[in-house]
């Protein structure tokens, strides 16, 4: 397992954008699926956006879908989520993960960040 990196969290208003970043310094997730979760207190850890190796593939929560944007820079060994339109239920923390499976569930991720908070203000 190898301790990921978030950066970029913060606190914004509703309709505001606002850009993650995630990086494991000194490692490289070749061909792993990259992904970001998030949680608020009293709540379970839900699936934001994932991204394969390639990038070819791309799947997003609906509640994110068409506002949120994940990438990666294999070079650099980071994968980026840009959040637009922010609005106040997107609240939480923010985790960055990476697998080898192109999925949804936090379990199947065995690397993993600390998280940034991310606050919206309506």
């Known amino acids: 397992q190898v301790q990921m990196l978030e950066s970029g969290g913060g606190l914004v208003q509703a309709g505001d954008s606002l850009g993650l970043s995630c990086a494991a310094p000194?490692?490289?997730?070749?061909?792993?699926?990259m992904a970001w979760f998030r949680q608020t207190p009293g709540k379970e850890r839900e699936f934001v956006a994932a991204t394969t190796w390639t990038g070819d593939n791309v799947m997003y929560a609906d509640s994110v879908n068409g506002r949120f944007t994940i990438a990666r820079d294999n070079d650099k060994n980071t994968v980026y989520l840009q959040m637009n339109s922010l609005k106040p239920e997107d609240t939480a923390v923010y985790y960055c993960?990476?697998?080898?499976?192109?999925?949804?569930?936090?379990?199947?991720?065995?690397?993993r960040g600390q998280g940034t908070q991310v606050t919206v203000s309506s």
């Open positions: 000194g490692r490289t997730f070749s061909g792993y699926v």
């Open positions: 993960a990476a697998g080898s499976l192109y999925s949804k569930s936090w379990g199947d991720y065995n690397n």
